[in-house]
């Protein structure tokens, strides 16, 4: 089982910049990605970028330039530094890992709770 634990989230202002993270407890045969969804009001869950166990990331085209997605693998927390942030990138985010629990078993998917992230002025 995996727990997820989320911090950093925030009111901003336009411009500004938060980091979040999200460190990974419990235990697992392995941890295969980390990553971010966020979802604002009204719309669906959408991914916002992910980092894979060989460091491998990938970022959804409307923050690239200016969200970056890293991982420390020593202490199982994935971050999210978001810079020049914009009203439309508020929604809540959530960390997502996909993990597989033993050896014989296929990989979960765990969510965490959620961190609402603000930009307004």
């Known amino acids: 089982q995996v727990q997820l634990v989320e911090s950093g989230g925030g009111l901003v202002q336009p411009g500004g910049s938060l980091r979040l993270s999200c460190a990974a407890s419990?235990?697992?045969?392995?941890?295969?990605?980390m990553g971010w969804y966020r979802q604002a009001p009204g719309k669906e869950r959408e991914l916002v970028g992910a980092?894979?166990?060989?460091?491998?990331?990938v970022v959804t085209e409307s923050v690239k330039g200016r969200f970056t997605i890293s991982r420390d693998n020593a202490k199982n927390t994935v971050f999210l530094q978001m810079n020049s942030l914009k009203p439309e990138d508020t929604a809540v985010y959530y960390c997502?890992?996909?993990?597989?629990?033993?050896?014989?078993?296929?990989?979960?998917?765990?969510w965490g709770q959620g961190t609402q992230v603000t930009v307004s002025s």
């Open positions: 997502n890992v996909g993990a597989t629990p033993r050896r014989d078993q296929d990989a979960v998917a765990y």
């Open positions: 419990g235990s697992w045969f392995s941890i295969n990605v």
């Open positions: 980092i894979i166990s060989g460091g491998n990331t």
